[in-house]
């Protein structure tokens, strides 16, 4: 059974930075795909960032343009979890963050295309 939990989520002014983690646990970590996604009030949940299994993808990372140059996603195999580094936030960044899990290849960018879910951890950017 695979779980995911987030932390790490805040509240921060525009301009700082937060890392979100997402610690695993289940089968082996480095074949599953890693992602977070975001869901701000009204809003439909929306893909932020992903990085692939190690084992099959080489852990090849994926951006949303929204968040390209300033979120970096990264995973330790030896720690079992995944992490979101956010710099230079800004108030539209504001939402639930959530992690996301898939077994295999690929990186999907699409919520259908993950099968686990953390509880989602709140980030708030105030301007």
């Known amino acids: 059974q695979v779980q995911l939990v987030e932390s790490g989520g805040g509240l921060v002014q525009a301009g700082g930075s937060l890392k979100l983690s997402c610690a695993y646990s289940?089968?082996?970590?480095?074949?599953?795909?890693m992602a977070w996604f975001r869901q701000a009030p009204g809003k439909e949940r929306e893909f932020v960032a992903s990085?692939?299994?190690?084992?099959?993808?080489?852990?090849?990372?994926n951006y949303a343009d929204s968040v390209k140059g300033r979120f970096t996603i990264s995973r330790d195999d030896a720690k079992n979890t995944s992490y979101l580094q956010m710099n230079s936030l800004k108030p539209e960044d504001t939402a639930v963050y959530y992690c996301?899990?898939?077994w295999g290849y690929g990186s999907p960018t699409w919520r259908g295309g993950y099968d686990h879910w953390g509880q989602g951890t709140q980030v708030t950017v105030s301007s």
């Open positions: 990085v692939a299994s190690s084992t099959f993808s080489g852990g090849r990372t």
């Open positions: 289940g089968r082996t970590f480095s074949t599953y795909v």
């Open positions: 996301a899990s898939v």
